[in-house]
Each structure stands twice: as structure tokens, then as C-alpha cells.
């Protein structure tokens, strides 16, 4: 399988919406109750990629998943921490899309100076149809643990769900420390990501050895 990772622009609004789609409308995964439409899904992409990476796993021009951070919480303490989300395309699940798509982006998280990763995930203790936790198996896979849970806060399909937080340190926390840097600044783009055509948004070289570095 031969994948690539890039960063996600608005051309992908309609590709990404229907792998999001059947997590709503057949899987507790999500708490929404309704599929949004596409300028409100393209809405929420222009606010997260004005700061964080929002990312794509693409093989041979088709979408197979995407992932992106976005803020943890508004207040300005809270800056060194990132709320990562991922969904991959149902049939592209177990093959290491997940896997790729993650290790991209907690290297931009890394860059940028974020030093927490935090996962909101529903879970569930009892066999459901709807969720299978395999979430939370992914993010332990990945070295996320365990930091909360709330019990039965979510209501969906007639069910009580759980939802747990995940976190993962990429950092140490020194007190001499300086505010991340946007996915724009960490990159050396003047233009808006969410302007730029998928053309432009395979990294050069370059660029994406000093995201390794």
C-alpha cells in the first residue's frame, strides 16, 4: 500500500465529509446526531488549518482517511496542549493509515512547540453494535494513556455511552518556553493553507525533512 500524507485543502471538503458520514448516521464514534452539510464541514476546516495541520492519507488520488489537531481549550494557559481527531474511511481501517497519518502529524504538533496531545474518544463497557472501542485500542497502540473518564454522558442509538481522554506527551515541559508556532510558520507558507490547491501541498523535500529533524 503505498500512501502519502499531505496537508488537506477545501478541495477535499466533499471527499472528507462522506468519510465522516457513516460515523454519524451508523457508529457511536461521533456524538453528532446529524451529517453537517458541506459549507459548515468546510467552515470548521477553515478555522482548525488557520493554526494546526490537518492532514490527508492519499493513495493513487483517492482519500483513504484524515487527521488534525485543534485546540484543546481557548484560554491561553491551555496553548501548549492539542485535541487530536482522526477517521479513516471504514474499509481502510487495520492497515496502518491510521498509524501513518498520526506519526505525520504529532511531528508538526512537534515542530510547532505543542507539547500535549489529547484524545476525546467514546467508549462503552458493554457489547454495542455502534462502537467497538477500537479507538481507544489505536491511541494506546500509538502511546497514548489513559488520563479520564466521564460515564454516560453521551446518548445515541438508544444507548448510554461513555467518553474517555487520552493524552500523549511529545515534549518536555521546561519552564523557559516559548508559544507555538502555527502549521503556516513551521512550514514557511505565506498563503492561507486552506487557499492553496492539493498541487501545492505535497512538501517538498526539504520541507519535510526539517518536519523529521
Request: proline share 3%; glycine share 6%; net charge negative.
Amino acid at each position: 500500500m503505498s500512501v502519502s500524507i499531505r496537508l488537506a485543502t477545501l478541495e477535499d471538503a466533499e471527499a472528507l465529509l462522506a468519510i465522516y458520514a457513516p460515523y454519524v448516521t451508523d457508529t457511536a464514534v461521533t456524538f453528532d446526531y446529524e451529517v453537517p452539510n458541506l459549507e459548515a464541514f468546510k467552515k470548521c476546516m477553515v478555522q482548525i488549518m488557520a493554526f494546526y495541520p490537518y492532514l490527508v492519507a492519499e493513495e493513487a488520488g483517492s482519500i483513504l482517511g484524515y487527521a488534525y489537531a485543534s485546540a484543546f481549550h481557548a484560554r491561553a494557559a491551555y496553548a501548549w496542549s492539542a485535541e487530536v481527531t482522526i477517521y479513516l474511511a471504514m474499509e481502510n481501517k487495520g492497515k496502518g493509515v491510521g498509524t501513518k497519518l498520526y506519526q505525520a502529524l504529532e511531528r508538526y504538533l512537534t515542530k510547532m512547540g505543542i507539547l500535549n496531545c489529547n484524545a476525546c474518544i467514546a467508549s462503552t463497557a458493554c457489547e454495542s453494535p455502534y462502537l467497538a472501542n477500537h479507538s481507544q485500542l489505536f491511541h494506546e497502540k500509538m502511546g497514548y494513556q489513559l488520563a479520564g473518564k466521564f460515564h454516560q454522558v453521551g446518548y445515541k442509538f438508544d444507548q448510554w455511552f461513555d467518553m474517555i481522554w487520552m493524552e500523549k506527551m511529545l515534549g518536555d515541559h521546561n519552564l523557559a518556553i516559548t508559544k507555538p508556532k502555527s502549521i503556516q510558520e513551521v512550514l514557511g507558507m505565506t498563503k492561507m493553507i486552506a487557499s492553496l490547491q492539493p498541487s501545492q501541498y505535497y512538501l517538498s523535500e526539504d520541507k519535510l525533512r526539517a518536519v523529521r529533524d
